[in-house]
């Protein structure tokens, strides 16, 4: 079979759904410059796609969102966060990673993107750059990139995340949850809660609907556990959660349990690493 497969400049992500494509068939890896501009990249990945069986990207935000409008164009379905491919039968993660779903792929070529951190990352190959077609539609494309509020750490590629949901209880308490992520080299995250209250900017959301960790230690404080957060949160290897409700369902999650209160508990573990470092 012959895979196209889009790949961005040093991203993990896009090794990964490289590992994925190379269990399918002969891999030809493409990638596009300049300003992302969805319609118009879309209309370049079809254009080279003309005699591919399978089109396969990261399934990250881009990914899916490129895809989607591939599959538009060439009026194909589309099978996103894919697992596993066994003939035409795709695994595939939905709902937030809640539901393993095992579905029938049908359409000619097969399009579909990787789940994130469910395959090793390939070696890199060589990329083809695709050019954009002069009449090519960038209406809406991205001007600018604006870099996180997470003090330099990316939440995404963060090894200690720290969050903080609504147990912090205002913008200004959250000075506790920067200190310990300042000291921990973490990046700061928190739930919809805090960003719906206009306490953090959407960029530090963690969850369904905004970004999944994959970060070694993820330390959540006042938050309760739904499974719209931890859809973001359970790509971590370890979860320390710190809640004065000893109920509080992020418990059944969480690898190391703090059963107290945050505005007691946070500054403890700060000052007690500032007095093993001095
Ligand atoms: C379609 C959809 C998508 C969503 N996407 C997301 C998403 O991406 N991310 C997300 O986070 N949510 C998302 N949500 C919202 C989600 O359902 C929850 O409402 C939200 O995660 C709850 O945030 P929270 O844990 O901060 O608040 P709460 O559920 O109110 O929990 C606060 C916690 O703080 C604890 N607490 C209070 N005071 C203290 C204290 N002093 N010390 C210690 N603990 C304390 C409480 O015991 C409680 O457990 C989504 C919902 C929907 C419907």
Same mark, same amino acid.
């Given at each position: 079979?012959?895979?196209?497969?889009?790949?961005?400049?040093e991203d993990e992500?896009?090794?990964? %759904?490289l590992?994925?494509?190379?269990t399918?068939?002969?891999?030809r890896?493409?990638s596009?410059?300049?300003a992302y501009a969805?319609?118009?990249w879309?209309?370049?990945?079809?254009?080279a796609?003309t005699d591919?069986?399978?089109?396969?990207?990261?399934? +990250?935000?881009?990914?899916?969102?490129?895809?989607?409008?591939?599959?538009?164009?060439?009026?194909?379905?589309? %099978?996103?966060?894919?697992?596993a491919?066994?003939?035409?039968?795709?695994?595939?993660?939905? /709902?937030?990673g +809640?539901?393993?779903?095992?579905?029938?792929?049908?359409?000619?070529?097969?399009?579909?993107?990787?789940a994130?951190?469910t395959?090793?990352?390939?070696e890199?190959?060589?990329?083809?750059?695709?050019?954009?077609a002069?009449?090519?539609?960038?209406?809406?494309?991205?001007?600018?990139?604006v870099?996180?509020?997470?003090?330099?750490v990316?939440?995404?590629?963060?090894k200690?995340?720290?969050?903080?949901?609504?147990?912090?209880?205002?913008?200004?308490?959250f %000075?506790?949850?920067?200190e310990?992520?300042?000291?921990?080299?973490?990046?700061v995250?928190c739930?919809?809660?805090?960003? +719906?209250?206009? /306490?953090?900017?959407?960029?530090?959301?963690?969850?369904?609907t905004?970004? #999944?960790?994959?970060?070694d230690?993820?330390?959540?404080?006042?938050?309760?556990?739904?499974t719209?957060?931890i %859809?973001g949160a #359970?790509?971590a #290897? #370890?979860?320390?959660?710190?809640?004065?409700?000893?109920?509080?369902?992020?418990?059944?999650?969480?690898?190391?349990?703090?059963?107290?209160?945050?505005h007691?508990?946070?500054?403890?573990?700060?000052?007690?690493?500032?007095?093993?470092?001095?």
């Amino acid at each position: 079979m012959s895979v196209l497969v889009f790949v961005e400049p040093e991203d993990e992500l896009s090794l990964q %759904a490289l590992a994925l494509a190379r269990t399918l068939g002969e891999v030809r890896a493409v990638s596009i410059e300049g300003a992302y501009a969805p319609a118009a990249w879309a209309q370049a990945l079809v254009e080279a796609a003309t005699d591919a069986e399978a089109i396969v990207a990261a399934g +990250s935000d881009r990914g899916n969102e490129l895809l989607a409008h591939v599959a538009a164009r060439l009026d194909q379905p589309f %099978a996103a966060n894919v697992t596993a491919v066994a003939g035409d039968t795709v695994t595939r993660i939905r /709902w937030g990673g +809640s539901l393993i779903e095992e579905a029938r792929l049908h359409g000619s070529p097969r399009i579909l993107t990787v789940a994130p951190h469910t395959q090793p990352a390939a070696e890199p190959v060589a990329v083809q750059q695709l050019s954009l077609a002069a009449d090519a539609d960038t209406t809406v494309r991205v001007l600018e990139t604006v870099a996180e509020s997470s003090g330099g750490v990316s939440l995404r590629d963060a090894k200690v995340v720290v969050s903080g949901g609504r147990g912090v209880g205002s913008s200004e308490a959250f %000075a506790i949850i920067e200190e310990l992520a300042g000291l921990l080299g973490a990046a700061v995250g928190c739930s919809r809660v805090v960003t +719906s209250a206009g /306490w953090r900017p959407h960029t530090d959301q963690v969850g369904q609907t905004g970004t #999944k960790i994959s970060a070694d230690l993820y330390v959540a404080c006042g938050i309760s556990g739904a499974t719209q957060h931890i %859809a973001g949160a #359970k790509g971590a #290897k #370890k979860i320390l959660a710190i809640n004065s409700d000893p109920e509080a369902p992020i418990f059944s999650t969480a690898d190391y349990a703090v059963v107290g209160d945050l505005h007691e508990i946070v500054p403890a573990i700060s000052a007690e690493l500032r007095r093993v470092r001095s």
